[in-house]
């Protein structure tokens, strides 16, 4: 599992928490170096109660205790050395063996070779911090060639210390060119990269028994999926815990990614998403509080350290330290401000609009509009029995009868960048354009089948629908998309949605008596899984869009196929729904206008050309260490993507920007959006025509 923090509202999801409070004195550091790790009867007893609980109850247990043995493995080796820095590739295979004939019937015997090679890695990062701070010594050079490959996740294990001490070689200059461009002398180049190095070796010294056994136990919980994990008492509060008026966030999500902190999600409505600033996957290397405050280079920090520092009072500043993904676009950092505050509900409610298009005839169609960030529920009004409670679905119905109100001939519902949110909602939302019935299936761990919908009532819309998606829109998003296609009640239009269709739930592991513990944290495991009402799973496969539009993510880099250990996409038995239209030859005839339109139209054409730039830069993961080659490539590829952004804006009847730092997307009108309202509007002709032909037909067979 790829721990993730939220930065909105002062809650904090699926990451480590610790006590780390920065480098130790070097009296304490020796003191705790000197020390063994070993399990304890605590550690012995969670370590046993965490592995019967997902034998027991987790969906998809392991073919056998082998395999589990091996993929909890591997998943310790990527948390413990998520980059390969480290660990030799003897350390790898001798931890390997160890566990060959282990069952997971023992536990206790898996956690004590994991302690074994937490001591060994703890040993390895002292040696080679120590090498990469007598580097620093040395005068850099950056006229030399090479280039710096910043994607390890799955590169080779070192074979000796020779090829370890050449990786740091590689990344020593990586990360000093990186500073060096951004316009740092060499003082301040290796002042920087002295804190960076010894923070990562004092995270490591300062590792305690319970840090190893929170890394171990989430490694074991991410052997069964990638959502399942162990959340310490301290992860637990924060998961818990409700936001207080004087802490606020900036409303993002937040992972580690070999030793970066990587942005992967921005929160709608949230400070983050409303600068403009700030985007999916960029890594924050910095963090200053306040206008004047100092930035510290973040790099190797743990995550729940950076993220108290960019938590701060309402209304305060903290400056962020940002470079662009990794990959060949990467440039010198720049620096973002924004200011803390809470991400309203507001922000993230439902909101609608009207589109306007002429066609070649001059006839003129009103597409409504209605996009929604999250599924979202005021459940604690709606269980005081609040006959005003806030929903997704109450907001939709509104806004729905005030675009019926200013007359519309069809209706897009936007799910793009919607990651879910609540089941309930999912489900009332469907029956608002389905009229009720089942809109989804949950199967549980024990294989019992739920049908999961609303009464039969009254649509609130029988009209043309599109429902926009994306490689962002995901859970309960899904389940929407998918009865829309299941009951025939119109067109998905997007990209392929992520493919999350699993159920979590908290255990709290106080119940089970660990000894020597008041608070034993919780356990999040996967229970149930999601099926649509055909009987097809949204898990892994997402929700193929009978329309495709242009996108700018890869499906093997994001979504749940690029997580560890995904449950398989299986099938079940579908139930009979009324079908509304038989599409098929509907959304042929739409494809075709759709694709005729995206070849005459240079909107769409620059769209494209700009997006497939961007997928190609992000694929090529390696970097020149030559200074002056680096520069070039950057250049080239600033230039390039320039020239793509203004193609678009000459497009779109917009003059062009002068330089790369004036590039704004956002700026620019929704082609997207705009396609998927012709597409409706397409769809509501032909429909109507279609009505025609029908009426005629039962004129025809009445005279007769």
Do not use: C
Not at 413 to 418: H, Q, T, V
């Amino acid at each position: 599992m790829i721990p993730v923090f939220i930065l909105s509202l002062g809650l904090m999801l699926d990451a480590p928490v610790s006590n780390w409070q920065g480098p130790l004195p070097q009296a304490q550091a020796d003191e705790t170096e000197a020390s063994e790790l070993r399990p304890g009867n605590a550690q012995r007893e969670k370590a046993r109660v965490v592995a019967d609980l997902l034998q027991r109850y987790h969906y998809r247990s392991p073919d056998s205790g082998v395999t589990l043995a091996k993929d909890a493995a591997e998943a310790y080796l990527r948390q413990l050395d998520h980059g390969r820095f480290f660990l030799l590739e003897d350390d790898v295979e001798r931890f390997r063996a160890d566990l060959a004939d282990i069952g997971a019937d023992q536990p206790d015997k898996i956690l004590e070779r994991a302690y074994g090679l937490h001591a060994t890695y703890r040993e390895r990062v002292r040696e080679q911090i120590d090498f990469a701070l007598g580097l620093l010594e040395e005068d850099f050079d950056f006229d030399a060639d090479g280039r710096y490959e910043q994607d390890r996740m799955e590169a080779d294990w070192a074979t000796d210390q020779q090829d370890l001490d050449d990786l740091w070689r590689q990344r020593v200059s990586h990360d000093a060119l990186t500073l060096e461009l951004a316009e740092r002398s060499a003082d301040e180049i290796q002042d920087n990269l002295k804190r960076r190095y010894q923070t990562i070796r004092d995270r490591a010294v300062d590792a305690d028994n319970d840090d190893v056994m929170e890394l171990y136990l989430t490694a074991w919980a991410s052997a069964f999926d990638p959502h399942s994990a162990f959340m310490s008492p301290q992860r637990s509060e924060e998961f818990d815990m409700q936001m207080s008026l004087q802490l606020e966030g900036i409303g993002a999500k937040l992972t580690m990614e070999q030793d970066f902190t990587k942005i992967v999600e921005l929160i709608p409505g949230g400070p983050a998403e409303q600068s403009g600033e700030l985007s999916e996957g960029e890594r924050i290397i910095g963090v200053a509080d306040g206008e004047d405050g100092e930035m510290k280079d973040v790099v190797g920090w743990r995550l729940d350290e950076i993220v108290q520092m960019i938590r701060g009072p309402k209304e305060s500043v903290v400056r962020l330290k940002v470079l662009p993904p990794a990959g060949a676009s990467e440039t010198s950092p720049r620096e973002v401000r924004l200011v803390r505050n809470k991400v309203d509900l507001e922000d993230q409610a439902a909101r609608k609009e009207i589109i306007e298009q002429t066609d070649d005839e001059g006839e003129t169609a009103r597409i409504g509009v209605i996009k929604i960030p999250k599924f979202y529920r005021d459940f604690a009004a709606a269980q005081a029995g609040d006959q005003d409670y806030r929903s997704t679905t109450r907001d939709v119905q509104r806004l729905l009868g005030e675009l019926l109100e200013e007359g519309i001939d069809g209706l897009v519902i936007d799910l793009r960048g919607n990651s879910g949110g609540a089941l309930r909602e999912a489900t009332a939302l469907t029956a608002l354009f389905t009229g009720g019935g089942p809109a989804v299936q949950v199967r549980s761990h024990q294989g019992h089948l739920e049908e999961v919908g609303e009464s039969e009532q009254p649509p609130a819309y029988e009209g043309p629908l599109g429902v926009m998606v994306d490689r962002r829109s995901a859970s309960a998003s899904e389940i929407f998309a998918a009865a829309i296609q299941d009951y025939g009640r119109g067109v998905v239009i997007g990209d392929q949605t992520f493919g999350k269709g699993t159920v979590q739930q908290m255990v709290s592991l106080d119940n089970y008596a660990i000894p020597d513990e008041d608070r034993s944290g919780q356990l999040k495991l996967t229970i149930a899984q999601f099926y649509r009402v055909s009987g097809e799973s949204t898990q892994l496969v997402g929700v193929t869009p009978d329309i495709s539009l242009p996108s700018e993510l890869d499906h093997d880099e994001f979504g749940e196929r690029a997580a560890e250990n995904p449950l398989p996409a299986t099938t079940i038995d579908g139930l009979e729904v009324p079908v509304r239209y038989d599409l098929d030859d509907v959304i042929d005839e739409l494809t075709r206008r759709h694709e005729q339109r995206m070849d005459e139209t240079e909107v769409f054409k620059a769209l494209q050309r700009e997006l497939d730039f961007q997928r190609e830069i992000r694929k090529d993961t390696s970097i020149s260490l030559n200074r002056e080659q680096r520069r070039a490539e950057q250049k080239e590829r600033e230039e390039r993507l320039l020239e793509l952004h203004n193609e678009r804006r000459q497009a779109h009847g917009k003059d062009p920007v002068e330089s790369y730092e004036d590039v704004d997307a956002d700026a620019l009108p929704d082609a997207l959006l705009d396609a998927s309202a012709a597409i409706v509007r397409d769809l509501a002709r032909i429909l109507d025509e279609s009505r025609d032909d029908v009426l005629t037909a039962e004129a025809e067979r009445d005279e007769e």
